[in-house]
């Protein structure tokens, strides 16, 4: 592939979603999984808390005017916990989020948005306390995530943050689309596949 | 030292150190179903890409799967679609597919192992996060996102990071009523819902080690709600004898020196983790969650408890549980009134799972007013059972048999709840709108104890309700 595919820095005006333990079904009601392509997955991120039945709107971060045109979001502890679909990923991407910074999130959550080239950074509860505020004071404030310091910056402020190192690296030396990685050692998964006995049935000596 | 499972058949998969320090792990078992993989596939077809091992990937329809009325066309154009995407992909792929008409059509992780298929040692993936439920055999077995099932299409190859190991010693022997179910929900009690991120667990202790294989799969099924990916349990003689005879088992000679591979896999005597917790299995009772998490959990003797006495950490999404559930801290959990039962789902509707229910069920009828559905977890499954008569049992009692699918575990199928109902469910996830109504709730138990709740209209100790 020749379109470059570093991610150092992420930045634009943030949206934040307060709440601990947001799970994937709650990013995308499992109805909406129902289809062949992630294409039309970005209007129905965090549908249930957004709308109600009748489809009138709830009060919610992603509805509020303030924060439109978001490309940050931020969140508390556990975030994307849950099931393993890219479609909670997905989904976000598709309303326009590059890039989430929270106390914690679960693993595949976390994962799935590194192989959308998503970077997923961990602050201090009480940054992210301060950052939440910020831009719920100024949600024109443009919130920055630098991953080679592992600093956000916005405002006067600047905090540290951090993540799987692996991960940043891949997103930083563009390399988070692992197929073509993957495929330059095919030679040695060969060699890898004929020395596993039960992939040939135990009927030949390992 | 020694060493553990986990790492020994991570280095046995270990293709190679990748520059960011993730290891190029091979999977030597990959499963698919309907709702994760069609992207996957259409990648695939963008980078002119094939599947290297089609032998190695297998698939099935679950999710989608209407469980009362399986001819095709699917009533549902949208879940027709997806199985005709399913077809299609795995035809023009060469993969094998246990479709409605294979008759071993079934939850995915129902179908891996009784099939023969998941077998100790393997490396296995699936785009889906229960997984984990394999690991009963002594597999590394993990959830993977839609990205990673096209690299495993691909390349047979994953770029994963190696978590931390944690031994979870089970220690005493279940008092009777009490199942591996409570057992889960009781470590993920204790540990909280991301106490396993990074980890993988290791099961075992003379709770695990009596164990059959069905009880050790509920266990392993259930490791990702408490934030770990993966779970196992060593293989043992129950693994090998379980495995012994199954489609895709190996035969004969064959058999034997697979049992000498899979001993040789197994733990360590004295092997190293990185972290162990204990658990009194014989303290545990049957065990409800209360809340929007599997963490959110207490036993049926106990109360719903103050938010004030929870640790802090964990307030916030109590106090957003009772907005939610509208129980009341304080009261008896048991007594609570239901609305519907549902048995089934990855981790609990296999047929031990079955029998269990029947047993307390048998003679009995469903509460007046409760909805109550047994959803098989295969076509196999549900042969076995109707073989027994256990759909006698349930049809008699009021309860509806259906065929085999996900069902109502997360309502990408008909089966749903509607508006506030409350669930007695034997599945896994009690997250706000898991079952198909934003504001319906869930309360997760075992299948005795659903079955128990749905005769008596509302939660009560199975314990009271054996048959002698």
Same mark, same amino acid.
């Given at each position: 592939?020749?379109?470059?595919?570093?991610?150092?820095?992420?930045?634009?005006?943030?949206?934040?979603?307060?709440?601990?333990?947001?799970?994937?079904?709650?990013?995308?009601?499992?109805?909406?999984?129902?289809?062949?392509?992630?294409?039309?997955?970005?209007?129905?991120?965090?549908?249930?808390?957004?709308?109600?039945?009748?489809?009138?709107?709830?009060?919610?971060?992603?509805?509020?005017?303030?924060?439109?045109?978001?490309?940050?979001?931020?969140?508390?502890?556990?975030?994307?916990?849950?099931?393993?679909?890219?479609?909670?990923?997905?989904?976000?991407?598709?309303?326009?989020?590059?890039?989430?910074?929270?106390?914690?999130?679960?693993?595949?959550?976390?994962?799935?948005?590194?192989?959308?080239?998503?970077?997923?950074?961990?602050?201090?509860?009480?940054?992210?306390?301060?950052?939440?505020? *910020?831009?719920?004071?100024?949600?024109?404030?443009?919130?920055?995530?630098?991953?080679?310091?592992?600093?956000?910056?916005?405002?006067?402020?600047?905090?540290?943050?951090?993540?799987?190192?692996?991960?940043?690296? *891949?997103?930083?030396?563009?390399?988070?689309?692992?197929?073509?990685?993957?495929?330059?050692?095919?030679?040695?998964?060969?060699?890898?596949?004929?020395?596993?006995?039960?992939?040939?049935?135990?009927?030949?000596?390992? | 030292?020694?060493?553990?499972?986990?790492? $020994?058949?991570?280095?046995?998969?270990?293709?190679?150190?990748?520059?960011?320090?993730?290891?190029?792990?091979?999977?030597?078992?990959?499963?698919?179903?309907?709702?994760? !993989?069609?992207?996957?596939?259409?990648?695939?077809?963008?980078?002119?890409?094939?599947?290297?091992?089609?032998?190695? %990937?297998?698939?099935?329809?679950?999710?989608?799967?209407?469980?009362?009325?399986?001819?095709?066309?699917?009533?549902?154009?949208?879940?027709?679609?997806?199985?005709?995407?399913?077809? $299609?992909? &795995?035809?023009?792929?060469?993969?094998?597919?246990?479709?409605?008409?294979?008759?071993?059509?079934?939850?995915?992780?129902?179908?891996?192992?009784?099939? +023969?298929?998941?077998?100790?040692?393997?490396?296995?993936?699936?785009?889906?996060?229960?997984?984990? %439920?394999?690991?009963?055999?002594?597999?590394?077995?993990?959830?993977?996102? %839609?990205?990673?099932?096209?690299?495993?299409?691909? &390349?047979?190859?994953?770029?994963?990071?190696?978590?931390?190991?944690?031994?979870?010693?089970? &220690?005493?022997?279940?008092?009777?009523?009490?199942?591996?179910?409570?057992?889960?929900?009781?470590?993920?009690? $204790?540990?909280?819902?991301?106490?396993?991120?990074?980890?993988?667990?290791?099961?075992?202790?003379?709770?695990?080690?009596?164990?059959?294989?069905?009880?050790?799969?509920?266990?392993?099924?259930?490791?990702?709600?408490?934030?770990?990916?993966?779970?196992?349990?060593?293989?043992?003689?129950?693994?090998?004898?379980?495995?012994?005879?199954?489609?895709?088992?190996?035969?004969?000679?064959?058999?034997?020196?697979?049992?000498?591979?899979?001993?040789?896999?197994?733990?360590?005597?004295?092997?190293?983790?990185?972290?162990?917790?204990?658990?009194?299995? !014989?303290?545990?009772?049957?065990?409800? &969650?209360?809340?929007?998490?599997? +963490?959110?959990?207490?036993?049926?003797?106990?109360?719903?408890?103050?938010?004030?006495?929870?640790?802090?950490?964990?307030?916030? %999404?109590?106090?957003?549980?009772?907005?939610?559930?509208?129980?009341?801290?304080?009261?008896?959990?048991?007594?609570?009134?239901?609305?519907?039962?549902?048995?089934?789902?990855?981790?609990?509707?296999?047929?031990?799972?079955?029998?269990?229910?029947?047993?307390?069920?048998?003679?009995?009828?469903?509460?007046?007013?409760?909805?109550?559905?047994?959803?098989?977890?295969?076509?196999?499954?549900?042969?076995?059972?109707?073989?027994?008569?256990?759909?006698?049992?349930?049809?008699?009692?009021?309860?509806?048999?259906?065929?085999?699918?996900?069902?109502?575990?997360?309502?990408?199928?008909?089966?749903?709840? $509607?508006?506030?109902?409350?669930?007695? !469910?034997?599945?896994?996830?009690?997250?706000? +709108?898991?079952?198909?109504?934003?504001?319906?709730?869930?309360?997760?138990?075992?299948?005795?104890?659903?079955?128990?709740?749905?005769?008596?209209?509302?939660?009560?100790?199975?314990?009271?309700?054996?048959?002698?």
């Amino acid at each position: 592939m020749s379109q470059n595919l570093n991610v150092k820095t992420v930045k634009g005006r943030a949206l934040p979603l307060t709440g601990d333990d947001i799970d994937t079904d709650r990013i995308i009601p499992a109805r909406y999984l129902k289809c062949v392509t992630f294409d039309e997955l970005g209007q129905y991120a965090f549908y249930d808390e957004r709308f109600r039945e009748d489809g009138t709107k709830k009060n919610h971060p992603f509805n509020d005017p303030r924060y439109k045109g978001a490309s940050i979001l931020i969140v508390n502890k556990n975030f994307g916990c849950g099931s393993s679909r890219e479609h909670a990923p997905q989904s976000l991407m598709r309303f326009g989020i590059n890039g989430i910074i929270g106390e914690s999130f679960a693993e595949i959550f976390a994962d799935n948005c590194t192989t959308l080239g998503i970077p997923v950074v961990v602050a201090q509860k009480s940054d992210i306390g301060n950052l939440m505020s *910020v831009v719920k004071d100024d949600p024109a404030c443009e919130v920055r995530i630098d991953l080679e310091s592992k600093e956000v910056c916005y405002g006067d402020f600047s905090i540290p943050v951090h993540q799987q190192e692996s991960s940043r690296r *891949v997103l930083v030396e563009g390399t988070w689309d692992s197929m073509a990685v993957l495929k330059s050692a095919a030679a040695e998964t060969k060699q890898l596949a004929n020395r596993l006995p039960y992939l040939k049935g135990f009927q030949e000596d390992a | 030292m020694g060493e553990n499972l986990f790492n $020994k058949v991570w280095k046995l998969h270990s293709v190679r150190e990748l520059p960011s320090g993730q290891t190029q792990l091979f999977i030597g078992l990959h499963l698919i179903h309907e709702v994760t !993989s069609p992207q996957a596939f259409q990648m695939l077809r963008e980078r002119g890409e094939k599947v290297v091992y089609p032998g190695h %990937t297998f698939a099935t329809v679950d999710h989608i799967a209407p469980t009362d009325d399986q001819t095709r066309p699917f009533k549902d154009p949208l879940a027709e679609q997806m199985m005709k995407a399913l077809e $299609k992909n &795995t035809k023009e792929f060469g993969i094998k597919l246990f479709d409605m008409k294979s008759q071993k059509q079934g939850i995915v992780h129902v179908i891996g192992p009784e099939l +023969g298929i998941t077998q100790p040692g393997m490396t296995i993936a699936c785009g889906d996060s229960h997984t984990s %439920t394999h690991g009963a055999f002594g597999a590394v077995a993990f959830g993977i996102g %839609t990205s990673q099932i096209r690299d495993v299409l691909a &390349t047979q190859c994953l770029a994963m990071a190696k978590p931390k190991v944690r031994r979870i010693n089970v &220690t005493g022997k279940l008092g009777k009523g009490v199942y591996a179910k409570d057992v889960i929900l009781s470590i993920i009690r $204790k540990l909280g819902v991301k106490g396993g991120i990074g980890y993988a667990h290791e099961y075992g202790g003379e709770v695990l080690e009596r164990m059959s294989m069905e009880e050790r799969m509920s266990i392993c099924n259930m490791s990702i709600e408490g934030g770990a990916r993966a779970g196992y349990v060593n293989p043992d003689r129950t693994t090998f004898d379980y495995i012994k005879g199954r489609e895709f088992a190996p035969k004969g000679a064959a058999f034997e020196k697979a049992v000498d591979w899979w001993k040789s896999i197994a733990s360590d005597k004295n092997a190293k983790y990185d972290d162990r917790v204990e658990l009194n299995g !014989s303290k545990l009772e049957p065990t409800i &969650t209360w809340g929007i998490n599997p +963490g959110q959990a207490v036993g049926i003797s106990e109360n719903f408890p103050e938010v004030g006495e929870l640790p802090e950490d964990q307030q916030n %999404t109590a106090r957003e549980a009772y907005e939610h559930m509208s129980f009341e801290p304080g009261k008896p959990v048991a007594g609570t009134k239901i609305d519907v039962a549902f048995i089934g789902s990855c981790t609990n509707s296999r047929i031990s799972d079955l029998r269990e229910a029947a047993r307390i069920v048998k003679g009995k009828k469903v509460a007046k007013g409760i909805r109550a559905l047994v959803v098989p977890g295969s076509q196999q499954v549900k042969k076995a059972a109707e073989k027994e008569g256990l759909d006698r049992i349930f049809s008699e009692a009021g309860f509806e048999w259906r065929g085999a699918g996900c069902s109502m575990c997360l309502a990408m199928n008909p089966d749903k709840l $509607k508006g506030r109902e409350i669930c007695a !469910s034997s599945s896994n996830r009690n997250f706000k +709108g898991r079952q198909g109504s934003a504001t319906g709730r869930t309360i997760l138990m075992s299948p005795a104890m659903v079955a128990a709740a749905a005769l008596n209209g509302k939660l009560v100790d199975v314990r009271d309700h054996l048959p002698n």
